[in-house]
């Protein structure tokens, strides 16, 4: 095989390769690295994605404890985590987004 067929050969199986890894969700590669999603915990600046309507990437949330934010933690440990909202009163995380 010429140079040239193996240069094409090799970015073919690259392409390829990553055409692969594209097709893992977040969903789950957090479950495969024992994580799970927690909405309503991640403090201003500090989420792991994306704030339903609020913001659009990693990190951006603009306040603590956006009901939509969400902050990777350790799988199982979410629903008994309990954060003190700025009126005094606390919330568990949620597994999904916090409505209302």
């Known amino acids: 095989m010429t140079n040239s067929k193996s240069n094409i050969a090799l970015a073919g199986a690259v392409v390829a390769a990553l055409g692969l890894a594209a097709h893992v969700s977040p969903a ?7 994580k799970e999603k927690c909405f309503g915990v ?3 600046g500090k ?3 994306a704030s339903k309507g609020n913001n659009s990437c990693a990190g ?5 404890f956006e009901k ?3 902050k ?3 799988k ?5 985590t309990t954060v003190k909202l700025k009126d ?3 919330r568990k995380g949620s597994l999904t987004p916090i409505e209302g």
């Open 28 to 34: 789950s590669a957090a479950d495969s690295m024992g």
């Open 42 to 44: 991640s403090l201003a």
């Open 47 to 49: 989420n792991d994605c």
């Open 60 to 64: 951006t949330a603009k306040s603590d």
């Open 68 to 70: 939509g934010a969400w």
């Open 72 to 74: 990777l933690v350790p």
């Open 76 to 80: 199982g440990t979410c629903t008994s």
């Open 88 to 90: 005094g009163t606390e």
